[in-house]
T-cell receptor, first 113, second 114 residues
Framework: DTAVSQTPKYLVTQMGNDKSIKCEQN?????MYWYKQDSKKFLKIMFS???????INETVPNRFSPKSPDKAHLNLHINSLELGDSAVYFC????????????FGPGTRLTVT | DQQVKQNSPSLSVQEGRISILNCDYT??????FLWYKKYPAEGPTFLIS?????DKNEDGRFTVFLNKSAKHLSLHIVPSQPGDSAVYFC?????????????FGRGTQLTVWP
């Protein structure tokens, strides 16, 4: 009964491909997030959704497109993958968008060759 | 521009002793601070938090201290146990443009040896 789950855990693909990462939370939270941890280990927010509505969209290439079919799911689609997209992507959720603790998934390690 | 800094990439402590992890921040809008623990190949796990209206919060072996004037917080673990060995991330959130975002430090690798 994992609280925040992501699939796949590992993703290896070639430059130029399109790939998706899926996230689901069973905590009943309203707000979900995508974070990226780069090679220097910095964790940075990419997007947040509150009840299916996009709230935060950081300076992220438009090749990255999040989609939230319902408040328990937040997917990340990446078009035309580049070498620099290689990173670990973490999904997270929180009770609402008012701040407070965020609960993270196990991460998806994306390697672009 | 890093708004949350953890200047010690690693810390090694003997089992039973106190571990002190430090964190500094620059943004005055931050009013909520969190510590996360991360094992390899897992996501960060929430450990403890503190609001800026407090200067101390305690949960079992873990205590977080906040010094607002110095823009500094620390996490104390006592007594340290080998299972505490992990990367510890400091994070901050706040009002206005920082609302809803967590700003993370780079992490400190804690190793607790027997």
């Amino acid at each position: 009964d994992t609280a925040v789950s992501q699939t796949p855990k590992y993703l290896v693909t070639q430059m130029g491909n399109d790939k998706s990462i899926k996230c689901e939370q069973n905590l009943g939270h309203d707000t979900m997030y995508w974070y990226k941890q780069d090679s220097k280990k910095f964790l940075k927010i990419m997007f947040s959704y509150n009840n299916k509505e996009l709230i935060i969209n950081e300076t992220v290439p438009n090749r990255f497109s999040p989609k939230s079919p319902d408040k328990a799911h937040l997917n990340l689609h990446i078009n035309s993958l580049e070498l620099g997209d290689s990173a670990v992507y973490f999904c997270a959720s929180s009770l609402n968008m008012g701040g407070g603790e965020q609960y993270f998934g196990p991460g998806t390690r994306l390697t672009v060759t | 521009d890093q708004q949350v800094k953890q200047n010690s990439p690693s810390l090694s402590v003997q089992e039973g002793r106190i571990s002190i992890l430090n964190c500094d921040y620059t943004n005055s809008m931050f009013d909520y601070f969190l510590w996360y623990k991360k094992y390899p190949a897992e996501g960060p796990t929430f450990l403890i938090s503190i609001s800026s209206i407090k200067d101390k919060n305690e949960d079992g072996r873990f205590t977080v201290f906040l010094n607002k004037s110095a823009k500094h917080l620390s996490l104390h673990i006592v007594p340290s146990q080998p299972g505490d060995s992990a990367v510890y991330f400091c994070a901050a959130s706040g009002r206005g443009s920082t609302l809803g975002r967590l700003y993370f430090g780079r992490g400190t690798q804690l190793t607790v040896w027997p």
